[in-house]
């Protein structure tokens, strides 16, 4: 008996969703990034309006004073979707796992002299409650922001900094042994130590800030442009050369983390800045006031990490290398006059109802 193997292809139908069709046209393939972020807003349908705001629809594009053509001009440059995300953060989950075992197996920290444990701790401990603001603030451009482009990408983010908290607090852990005081004498400082209450005071303001995109730039593009520099690059080789590279291998993941993630921060304030001379006029006013009270608040931190000299010094080259950066994305801060705000005003006046 004889047997013939044939082989027949099946000719695909339709390349992608036909939403993401529409926008990308003529049924072309698309990638997974685009088929998990495109036209999944949602947009009708919604019965009620909020009863704590009424003025607003559930999902309303005028929560905001920026205005865009189309908020899908969003893009992350690194393309993530959550399998794309999920997959790369465990990658560096298990190289961090790698790099804390090394460090407790051979006590880099824990056998470091006592008020050099305490430094460590009072420098660093305390900015696992800046993680947690972050974390909160990233929820609620989540929650308000409109258009999957960016608000897929604030929650990826919200999530990171719940991550770093943790490695904050591993390494609090790390110095006391595993006995929880760190944590605790972290807490204390970040309410009573006068180093810290002019970032707490920055912290808690921008978790009250109502335009959702002024908190994007308050919190991704201003607090974190400014603290990670000073702290993961300029005190964390500080204390790295006075105490030993263990400190370096624990922070790790948010120094490279903050490279990676400046670079979807800097194509959403270049995007949204590039849309009109208006929303780069306002986006140098936000970020040129929350500038000035960041670095403020940041003085303390790098006079006592590395003193007077040294602390303005580094505050000097970080805030040089912040305004060049946002010069970069279209956005001139050094010129900027005060001026009255644009108050976000719903642009859907009508209630659907079911």
Known sequence: MQIDIKTSSVQQIRQTFSHVARRLGADKPASRYQEATLELQPEDNFHYRPLWQPEFALYDKGRTAIRMNDWYAFKDPRQYYYGAYTITRARQQDAMEKNLEFVTRRRLL?????????????????????????????????????????????????????????????????????SGSSLVDGKAQWLDEPM?????????????????????????????????????????????????????????????????????????????????????????????????????????????ALGAQDGDAALQETAASFAARVQKQGVSIETVQPQMQPQAQPQNQETNHG
């Open 110 to 178: 824990a056998d470091l002299p006592d008020d050099a444990k305490a430094r460590i701790a009072a420098l660093m401990v305390p900015l696992r409650h800046v993680e947690w603001a972050a974390n909160t603030n990233n929820c609620f451009v989540t929650g308000y922001g409109w258009g999957t482009a960016i608000t897929q990408a604030t929650m990826f983010h919200s999530m990171d900094r719940l991550g770093i908290a943790q490695y904050l607090s591993r390494l609090g852990l790390l110095l006391d042994g595993n």
């Open 196 to 304: 810290w209450q002019g970032l707490r005071r920055v912290v808690e303001d921008t978790m009250v800030v109502k335009d959702w995109f002024e908190t994007y730039v308050a919190q991704n593009v201003v607090l974190d442009g400014l603290l990670y520099p000073l702290v993961y690059r300029h005190i964390d080789q500080r204390l790295s050369k006075e105490y030993g590279a263990a400190l370096g291998m624990v922070n790790e993941f948010a120094s490279s983390w903050f490279d990676e993630t400046s670079r979807w921060v800097d194509a959403t304030l270049k995007t949204a800045a590039a849309e009109s001379a208006e929303n780069a006029a306002l986006l140098a006013q936000w970020i040129a006031k929350w500038r000035a009270r960041v670095l403020d608040a940041l003085r303390p931190l790098a006079v006592e």
